[in-house]
């Protein structure tokens, strides 16, 4: 019986499908870039995006397919990118299915965006995984002022780390020979929770409220203690084990637009903080990742005639291991964008750590051809201390040119 009813069900969704006319979508895309150290080839890439969404009368279904290949290491990639379903209720919005879904006000640094993994293989384009979920949007009031979110992650996936030539080095400790990365078993109580409700309101020229919670996981491992590599020999040698700690995220940012008279139109004003909660909040357990607080401010001007620049302040604490000192990082920001023509735009972005010295200069500019068609040319420098957060990637600054033909 129940066979039945769900084959009855796909030949319905099959049929449904197939009487809707189909949106597709895409991308070919190919970069080559080299390292401005020793003008190395530091990237030989092309990629292929093919997009379809089918849109019902009270449902649509969003799917893609993303083919890749790199021609540095000769490896070809093959893989689904966001594919989800959309049920469009009264007042209520539900999806299920490998979605990516942002959070918060910031683009550059932001602390609330945490539901997704990241790609951080090469950190210069890092990007977001989507990942299975169920993600259910209700809107209270008829003119969707306000609106009340939550999602659920079944599934855990880690986020990939900095690969290669990107990978910082790493010192086992004396008598640690191995490695093991533990992660949380696939069972309902791993999941990840998120809450979130935003609001509008008629304040100055516009402003946005949110509040979040997320119950989830710290998106890299930490060591969770060592084990003998062999169990009939408990002194040694031994294993790394590396764990993947839970935290509580619970987070508020707003989005404010104003202007000063006969000063500057058109300002917008963005904020986040954060705090994680974990099971070790006084940093007394050196296998237990501590708490941390991190909030940003950005400010957006489209000056007149000329670019729209973004100043960014993040500022992050976090608990160290008892009786170490609090750590405390402070990042300043620049964003800039110009659009000289119809075709031509000049972009550049600025990061720099206050905290150690270490930070990134990435300027770049975009051409369109012909509609569908852009080309790029950006580089990226950094700069810093050997030991520092930008500084380890001294030696991996890299100047790239890339063509994209989009339908």
Known sequence: MKRTRLFTLLLALTAALALAQPEFSGSFQTGFGLRTQDLTLALDRTRFDLGV??????AAFTGELRFAYDALTRTPEFTLGEAYATLFLPSVDLSAGREVVAWGRLD??????????RDLSRPLDQAKLPVGMVHATAYPDAEGRYQLEAVWIPLFTPSKPPAGAWAPPQTLPPGVTQVRVEEP?????SGTFGLRATASLDVLEGLDLGGQVVYGYFPFPSPQGVEPVDPAQPAGPFRLVLGYDR?????ADFALAFSIPDVAEGLVLRGEAAYALTADPDGA???????????G????YAWSGGPTTVLVYDLRWAKADAPAADVWTQTLGLM???????RLTLQGAWLHTISDGSGLVRPGLEYAFADGVTGRLSAAFFYGADATRFGVWRNNGELRTELEYSF
């Open 285 to 295: 357990d050196p296998n237990v990742q501590n708490p941390y607080a991190e909030g």
């Open 53 to 58: 969404r089918y849109d019902l009368t009270d």
């Open 185 to 189: 078993p696939a069972e309902l109580s």
């Open 336 to 342: 800039a964008r110009y659009e000289y023509d119809e």
């Open 108 to 117: 550059l640094l932001s602390p609330l965006d945490v539901l997704n993994p």
């Open 247 to 251: 935290r509580t995220l619970v987070g």
């Open 297 to 300: 401010l950005a400010l957006e």
